[in-house]
């Protein structure tokens, strides 16, 4: 299985990078859906995770929620499984602006190492791997096993 995410550093509202997120990402997906598929009898499982939020610049944020929505879309054509980052952060720190999450100023402002990577690991990335390496038939592993092994 290959778990990618392209996005944090294209929300740069009016940049380039932002303007043509679709356009790159298209590329990206196109590239590793090819390279996934050419073991024909085994291909490589592909899983994209949604761009976690902005939190302390709404504007950067509005840009990823515009992002997120286009990635969306994009998987859903190449049958892509998708992770939402974004979703469950803001359920749990709050709607942008937010001067800090956890405790911790400028937490998901684009990162938040420590406990915030930890409890989005545990609570968001670890089950949704599992849930689709067991949906494939490619483990019987605990969630624990897993987490270690993305560690």
Request: charged share 25%; hydrophobic share 40%.
């Amino acid at each position: 299985m290959l778990y990618f995410n392209w996005g944090i550093h294209s929300a740069v509202p009016e940049s380039d990078e932002a303007r043509n997120y679709a356009k790159y990402l298209s590329w990206i997906v196109q590239e590793l859906t090819a390279w996934a598929r050419s073991d024909g009898e085994d291909p490589v499982k592909l899983m994209f995770a949604l761009t976690s939020p902005w939190l302390n610049d709404k504007a950067k944020n509005d840009v990823i929620v515009e992002h997120n929505m286009q990635a969306k879309k994009l998987m859903d054509m190449f049958d892509i499984p998708i992770i939402d980052l974004h979703g469950p952060i803001i359920a749990k720190c709050g709607e942008p602006p937010q001067a800090a999450c956890f405790n911790k100023t400028e937490c998901w402002s684009p990162h938040c190492k420590g406990e915030g990577y930890e409890w989005l690991a545990s609570t968001v990335v670890t089950p949704a791997i599992r849930k689709l390496l067991v949906e494939s038939g490619k483990t019987t592993a605990s969630n624990d096993e897993i987490s270690l092994a993305i560690e």
